[in-house]
């Protein structure tokens, strides 16, 4: 109740040193919240050209989030919400770890990127489902929250054709994993693919594009309790699924286009979960 205020202000450095091939970037970001203790955030990112076709990359970033006004204070209540704020929300810590190798054919204009990454948040603000009432949401934070993923992507741009496509396994981490004699992993992954291809129809102004992506069936580990009142770790999940878009652009010069379509051709409406 009554008026709520949060000042929040960041002040971000940075340079670029040049070794040879190697590049190096640090960062770091200086922040003040009015309600919370800040940390600064260092961050480094560094690329070595090996030649003209192999390029590597790697990047470390620490993070920190304050909760917003918005989950500490506000209420959300409508004919379909129940969402009420949290005022004893802690702040997020976070470490972020990627790297990726990129190669470019000379004799054709295809590009392939394998990239990998690691996330470590503590204390994630995430929604939290009351037991007790289940039409009431609020926020909450987990102690340990962590995702781990490859991800390879292909490019080709030959004249009006561009294609774009790219298959990626993220996994979550299963807190059920840490349970004494538990047979949970301690990550459970998820497959998705993509495809996007563009075509322009020559000098005519059109454009034809078409946008997939197959989403794997997500799941994760959750304790369900039994008739006995004995609770044992269960992979529940929501199935997979397919989307197709499909468009078509029509332009003159660069100022003004007109585009139609359809979105989700295979008429994806309801997921079982």
């Known amino acids: 109740t009554g008026d709520k205020s949060i000042l929040d202000l960041g002040l971000f450095v940075s340079t670029e040193l040049r070794l040879d091939k190697l590049k190096v970037r640090p960062g770091l970001r200086l922040a003040y919240n009015s309600n919370y203790s800040t940390v600064p955030t260092p961050s480094v990112n560094l690329k070595y050209g090996i030649n003209d076709q192999w390029t590597w990359r790697m990047g470390y970033g620490r993070g920190f989030r304050a ?14 919400h129940h969402i009420l704020g949290n005022e004893d929300l802690k702040p997020e810590y976070s470490h972020n770890l990627n790297t990726d190798v990129t190669y470019a ?47 390879l992507t292909t490019s080709y741009d030959w004249s009006d054709l561009k294609i774009n496509s790219g298959i990626s396994f993220i996994g979550r981490y299963q807190n059920e994993s840490e349970i004494p004699d538990s047979e949970v992993p301690a990550f459970v992954f998820t497959p998705e693919t993509n495809t996007n291809v563009i075509y322009n129809i020559g000098q005519t ?27 044992t770790p269960r992979l529940l999940g929501i199935k997979a699924y397919h989307n197709l878009d499909f468009t078509l652009t029509k332009s003159w010069s660069n100022r003004f286009s007109i585009t139609t379509g359809v979105k989700n051709l295979f008429d994806v409406t309801t997921l079982n979960n």
């Open 105 to 151: 054919l000379r004799e054709a204009p295809v590009q392939v990127n394998t990239s990998f990454f690691y996330n470590q948040v503590e204390d994630m603000i995430t929604y939290f489902m009351s037991s007790g009432n289940s039409t009431v949401t609020t926020y909450v934070n987990l102690d340990e929250y962590k995702t781990t993923g490859f991800i």
């Open 67 to 80: 909760p917003s006004a918005r989950e500490l204070y506000h209420e959300f209540i409508d004919s379909n």
């Open 205 to 231: 102004g059109l454009r034809i594009s078409a946008f997939y992506k197959f989403n794997g069936s997500r799941k994760s580990y959750q304790l369900v309790t039994d008739g006995e009142g004995v609770q």
